[in-house]
């Protein structure tokens, strides 16, 4: 438990990076592209964390009742899927 500290620990430093960034003081520091790659990293880095706490912890630790978790685990890879199919270019494709 002690090793996975850290890796929780970051990402609620993320999580205050991410609410600090909505203040206009603290926005108007980095450019929008810049504030943009930075809640990109810190959003994915949250559903990293997310992902380790609901889909990988419990399939290691055989939980007693997986489908509690299944819900989760499903909207978790289902947004992660979405993610990413929302960050391929538009390409028109010719038939």
């Not at 959003?43 to 009742?65: C, G, I, K, M, Q």
């Not at 509690?68 to 992660?80: H, N, T």
């Not at 979405?82 to 390409?91: D, E, I, T």
Request: cysteine-free.
């Amino acid at each position: 438990m002690e090793s996975i500290m850290p890796f929780f620990a970051i990402g609620i430093v993320w999580t205050y990076v991410l609410a600090l960034s909505s203040l206009e003081r603290l926005s108007d520091i980095f450019s929008p592209k810049h504030w943009r790659v930075l809640r990109a990293v810190g959003l994915e880095y949250l559903a990293l964390v997310f992902f380790a706490d609901l889909v990988l912890l419990p399939v290691r630790s055989r939980t007693r009742h997986p489908l509690e978790y299944l819900p989760f685990s499903i909207l978790k890879v289902v947004g992660s899927l979405l993610r990413l199919a929302a960050s391929v270019p538009n390409q028109k494709f010719v038939y």
